[in-house]
């Protein structure tokens, strides 16, 4: 998923106000250092995601070169496969 700094920075706001308005975190931090942390954490996700992506993308076309063509394969849950085996290698939560 594609998002933009801005929706990234609402979307840290949204769900620190929510956090600690329902008292679940108590911040022992300023609130800007939070959700500057909070940013770069999702902003983080969001590559290692569109990496991942990539990659899966990448050994897909190898393999299917590697058989000799679509032999008929459904790509998207060959994709799908793919991106679930790199997640769990990567140790990435999808």
């Known amino acids: 998923m594609r ?3 801005e929706q990234i920075g609402r979307l840290a706001e949204l769900v620190l106000g929510s956090l600690t308005h ?6 022992k931090a300023e609130r800007g250092k939070v959700l ?3 940013k770069n954490a999702i902003a983080a996700d969001i590559r290692q995601e569109a990496d991942l ?5 990448r050994l897909l076309e190898q393999t299917l070169r590697n ?14 496969m793919i991106k679930d085996k790199l997640a ?6 999808l």
Do not use: P, Q, Y
Not at 88 to 93: A, D, H, N, P, S
């Open 3 to 5: 998002l933009k700094e």
């Open 22 to 27: 329902d008292g679940l975190i108590t911040l």
């Open 36 to 38: 500057a942390a909070m």
């Open 53 to 57: 992506e990539k990659d899966a993308e």
């Open 67 to 80: 058989m000799g063509g679509n032999s008929g394969i459904d790509r998207a849950k060959m994709l799908r």
């Open 88 to 93: 769990k290698e990567r140790k990435i939560v």
